[in-house]
């Protein structure tokens, strides 16, 4: 298979890893850094005509089955419709999906009308701190889920918060159809470059069904990711970076209880679980991929935009609610996310 990595960053390096570590020789590589270019060329072995400046040189020229897109948002839709349009066959993009609902769009038509499988790298499906937790909530013993609250630190709306928003869809299985945020004033340097900027602060979701997520990463918060998932008959505690998971839930014979007895007779628990990581769960979505099924698709990478956007609205108008059944979202609402 022909296959090529355009973006060799820090998260293009670990795509770089996972393709090894799934024996799919790296065909071609591309990035506008050339010490980029050199260092990942000279350690995966690839020839010096293979190593392009231009990524759209790349695709024009290798015309890869196979791309992995990891250059920063601003690229992501050129490059997605470019390779859709030169016969490549499969796409895994990195997320945030793209700056704007409107390069999303465009990059789910341009992938759907030429038979391209697009996956976008929300991995949330396939990492054991929520599998877990999943199944642990569907339980007859659990009895379903409240609510979610994630407590991290200074992570971004966008580099980070979007997976969140992909998890509560995946617990849910229904998407978020309120959006309430507010944002902090100060904003911190951007390691990608100053054109780059993230919020930090905090968002409120709910589903139609009245299932809600709350989740806090303000600038003043330098530490942890830690979720909690409140359910009818418990509550799971996960410490994602030290791969802890706790939980307390009402013995059986008190689970038909009303809830506002909420000091029943309950059993704790913990387990390990494995920490949270890149590499792993992104060689299975792109394995995922390979296979042609249950990938996080374009249309997810999309639902999680799209519930970003409405976030920076409601911060502009004080935190008011946003209804997603209600106020169409503007398209080219754009942000200037890496």
């Given at each position: 298979?022909?296959?090529?990595?355009?973006?060799?960053?820090?998260?293009?390096?670990?795509?770089?890893?996972?393709?090894?570590?799934?024996?799919?020789?790296?065909?071609?590589?591309?990035?506008?850094?050339?010490?980029?270019?050199?260092?990942?060329?000279?350690?995966?072995?690839?020839?010096?005509?293979?190593?392009?400046?231009?990524?759209?040189?790349?695709?024009?020229?290798?015309?890869?089955?196979?791309?992995?897109?990891?250059?920063?948002?601003?690229?992501?839709?050129e490059l997605v419709?470019?390779?859709?349009?030169?016969?490549?066959?499969?796409?895994?993009?990195?997320?945030?999906?793209?700056?704007?609902?409107?390069?999303?769009?465009?990059?789910?038509?341009?992938?759907?009308?030429?038979?391209?499988?697009?996956?976008?790298?929300?991995?949330?499906?396939?990492?054991?701190?929520?599998t877990i937790p999943?199944?642990?909530?569907?339980?007859?013993?659990?009895?379903?889920?409240?609510?979610?609250?994630?407590?991290?630190?200074?992570?971004?709306?966008?580099?980070?918060?979007?997976?969140?928003?992909?998890?509560?869809?995946?617990?849910?299985?229904?998407?978020?159809?309120?959006?309430?945020?507010?944002?902090?004033?100060?904003?911190?340097?951007?390691?990608?470059?100053?054109?780059?900027?993230?919020?930090?602060?905090?968002?409120?979701?709910?589903?139609?069904?009245?299932?809600?997520?709350?989740?806090?990463?303000?600038?003043?918060?330098?530490?942890?990711?830690?979720?909690?998932?409140?359910?009818?008959?418990?509550?799971i505690s996960v410490?994602?970076?030290?791969?802890?998971?706790?939980?307390?839930?009402?013995?059986?014979?008190?689970?038909?209880?009303?809830?506002?007895?909420?000091?029943?007779?309950?059993?704790?628990?913990?387990?390990?679980?494995?920490?949270?990581?890149?590499?792993?769960?992104?060689?299975?979505?792109?394995?995922?991929?390979?296979?042609?099924?249950?990938?996080?698709?374009?249309?997810?990478?999309?639902?999680?935009?799209?519930?970003?956007?409405?976030?920076?609205?409601?911060?502009?108008?004080?935190?008011?609610?946003?209804?997603?059944?209600?106020?169409?979202?503007?398209?080219?609402?754009?942000?200037?996310?890496?």
């Open positions: 298979m022909i296959t090529a990595i355009v973006g060799l960053g820090r998260m293009g390096m670990r795509h770089a890893s996972v393709l090894e570590q799934c024996h799919l020789p790296i065909t071609a590589i591309s990035d506008i850094n050339r010490d980029a270019c050199e260092t990942a060329g000279n350690n995966y072995g690839i020839p010096e005509e293979r190593r392009f400046m231009s990524a759209i040189e790349l695709i024009d020229q290798i015309r890869p089955e196979l791309l992995i897109v990891a250059t920063t948002a601003p690229g992501h839709c419709v470019r390779a859709a349009r030169n016969g490549t066959k499969m796409i895994l993009c990195e997320k945030p999906m793209a700056t704007n609902l409107r390069d999303c769009e465009t990059m789910i038509s341009a992938c759907n009308s030429t038979g391209v499988k697009l996956a976008i790298n929300h991995q949330m499906r396939f990492m054991e701190q929520y999943k199944s642990m909530i569907e339980s007859e013993a659990f009895g379903g889920l409240g609510s979610v609250i994630v407590s991290a630190g200074n992570f971004g709306m966008a580099m980070n918060g979007t997976h969140y928003f992909e998890m509560f869809r995946y617990l849910c299985g229904e998407d978020s159809v309120k959006v309430s945020a507010w944002f902090s004033k100060d904003e911190l340097a951007n390691p990608r470059g100053p054109q780059f900027r993230d919020a930090s602060g905090s968002i409120r979701l709910e589903t139609s069904s009245g299932k809600r997520f709350y989740m806090d990463c303000s600038h003043d918060q330098g530490h942890g990711m830690n979720v909690t998932y409140n359910c009818r008959n418990g509550r410490d994602e970076l030290a791969g802890n998971l706790s939980f307390v839930v009402r013995k059986g014979e008190y689970r038909g209880e009303s809830t506002t007895r909420y000091g029943m007779p309950y059993e704790t628990g913990s387990k390990t679980i494995t920490p949270a990581d890149a590499v792993a769960p992104t060689r299975s979505v792109l394995e995922a991929l390979l296979k042609g099924s249950d990938y996080p698709t374009g249309e997810h990478g999309l639902l999680a935009m799209k519930l970003l956007v409405a976030a920076h609205l409601s911060n502009e108008r004080g935190g008011a609610t946003i209804d997603l059944r209600e106020e169409p979202i503007s398209r080219d609402y754009t942000l200037p996310i890496a």
